[in-house]
């Protein structure tokens, strides 16, 4: 089936609502075209850029509903190739709504349990290869930390390379799992892209990204699960200040 033909003929529209959450519109709207056989299993989703267009939504909101429904096990990708139905349909990770506070504190929850883990894991097991690629990722944060839309790719990926550093292949696949989604700044820029960018915000998370990244280096594993303890409560009490003023 072709599904950017099938997706015209089945007149998939829709131009999403500003103010709430995009990617979770996406999500709903790509499950209904799949509930409704617009995509059946084995079929390749359009791609990026036609979903861009479709839904006039950023490249940013594409790539966090296709991770949010990669994780409930509905599609998979193939890099390079797109994104196919599956034939799985119970779900395993549900997309939450950045606006959402509560979801976004179980999420940052979630994230202490993990990641605090997996930084003193990492602080412990981190060899040579883990060391040079974390010296990229930071460099990579540092030279896009203060700009709040530029640093979320950044930002994950960080994290992605601690979880990978941390040799415990569990870590890493359930962040790769949940996708940069996890990352709450990442979405809320996209709904409410009228809140001025907060450089104290910013220059604080890249002071705890780097005493993360520096107990890491250090292998000082309390140290390194102190730091990534302090970064996730600072982003819980800085994202609550945020959304309430939305």
């Not at 409930?72 to 779900?91: C, E, P, S, W, Y």
């Not at 944060?141 to 700009?147: C, G, Q």
């Amino acid at each position: 089936m072709n599904a950017c033909a099938n997706n015209k003929e089945q007149g998939m529209t829709a131009k999403l609502e500003p103010r709430k959450s995009l990617s979770a519109q996406l999500v709903a709207e790509l499950r209904e075209q799949i509930a409704n056989g617009t995509f059946a299993p084995g079929d390749k989703l359009p791609s990026e850029n036609e979903l861009m267009q479709t839904y006039e939504v950023s490249r940013t909101v594409v790539r966090e509903a296709i991770s949010g429904l990669r994780a409930d096990g509905i599609l998979i990708t193939r890099q390079g190739v797109g994104a196919f139905v599956t034939n799985q349909t119970g779900k395993r990770l549900e997309p939450f709504d950045p606006l959402d506070l509560k979801a976004v504190l179980h999420m940052i929850e979630f994230r202490k349990a993990i990641e605090m883990e997996a930084a003193e894991f990492a602080a412990a097991r981190r060899d040579q290869n883990d060391l040079k690629e974390l010296k990229n990722r930071f460099d990579e944060l540092t030279a896009n930390a203060l700009d709040a839309k530029a640093f979320v790719l950044p930002d994950y990926n960080f994290h992605l390379a601690i979880a990978r550093a941390s040799h415990n292949p569990y870590f890493l696949q359930i962040e790769e799992h949940i996708g940069a989604q996890i990352i709450p700044h990442s979405k809320l820029h996209v709904l409410a892209p009228d809140i001025p960018e907060d450089l104290s915000f910013l220059k604080a998370v890249q002071v705890e990204h780097e005493h993360i990244y520096r107990a890491i280096v250090d292998g000082d594993v309390s140290g390194a699960r102190a730091a990534m303890r302090t970064h996730l409560e600072h982003s819980q009490e800085r994202y609550s200040r945020y959304v309430a003023a939305v």
